[in-house]
């Protein structure tokens, strides 16, 4: 059973304000909440159906926090997705921690991404494509957005990603550092290289004026029709899928 | 001036029933009703800003249907989206014809893809491609969703949608018929032909077996970190960009 004044603190939790002051975040799903009992996050509470409960009792027998076991309609009505009936966790957030990009790897940069379910798409993505580092303007929207989470499917556990003003953070980066344009070398033909910064832009305005100043590579991805643009997130999996490619 | 009566029937072309009912649809932000202009859909009314009507003269000129000029602030409670000021238009939906893939041309087909988003994105990815035809199934989501047409960036105009049953279709359909699965040939290293449908499937089910059973060619996208799966529209993307790259 949970008291009123707890489902009003998990309530709580779905507003950034609340997150930031408390430190903690909520995540919805079964799969996701599966994904951080086993990550190096830290989780405080776990609330889940007794089907959720006695499902993954081998998985569960490993955490030794509070596991609080409710009604599925309970539940739906906790967070921020409806369609969520299974389970629900409380996990500490992680501190801002700076990450450093190995000429050997590639990372992404997102310069004032604003739209979280691109950002969740995003770190899905690099999940996907084995990058697990990603820099984010001081603006771009925050990690621990339920629809962040949600769109990650998970994923959020296993990409870190440190928040940080762009220009000083490329200025002693020792790597290429690459960022989309439309009169750039073909991704599609291009010498890859066997790491840097894939630098993302905004949704409406692209990569800032002050951020293409440091770019060392720009790239472009081969259209064959007439769309303007390409969705932030869909432009990130083809450069990954490109640079990750064999010859 | 907009009347009472007016804004209320604007505003009912939100809802599904009503649109099927009035067979006509709502197109927000200045970008989308440009594209909606110069496209072959028939328009009945651009409501729009002062700032609007005056730039776009030129275009608006061209246009034989009824203007109305409105403040920003009633547009933005006109639509779907607050953060549309500038203008809006009504439109004529087209009927459901039925759509012919030749053997050298490549097109999409939506296995109850369910997300409004991913709609969009995918057609906006089509018309990058160069894909000029989509064919899903009645349980996808309906095209003149206000959040397909807003993700769709205006590529709603020069991608036609037709819904139709699956498996009757592709039971006559004389080309190769691509599904994405974890077994399936290297998307990086197959032969990519010249043509073919391209099923995507549901976000959460992926392709269904009845559909899946038609399938003549099984892909994979290659993956290289831990990610369990691709969104639908990043997934359609990938394979988009690896079938029209040169060898």
Redesign the interface.
Known sequence: MLSKARIKYIKSLQVKKYRQSEQRFVVEGAKSVLELLGSDFVTHTVIGTQEFIDSYQPILSGYAGEIVEVKGSVLSDLGEFRTNDSALAIAQMKPNISLHVNPDEFALMLDDLRDP?NLG?II?????????KVIASPDTTELYNPKVLH?S???FT?VAVYYTELTNYLQVAAVPILGTFLDGENV??MDRGKGGIIIIGNEARGISERVEKLVTRRVT???????????A??AT??IC??L???K
Do not use: C, K
């Open positions: 379910g798409t899905r993505v690099a999940d996907w494509y084995g990058i697990s769109a499917m998970g994923s296993r599609h033909t991805i081969p259209r064959f029709g007439q769309a303007e643009s390409l969705n997130a869909v999996a083809i899928d490109n990750r490619r064999g």
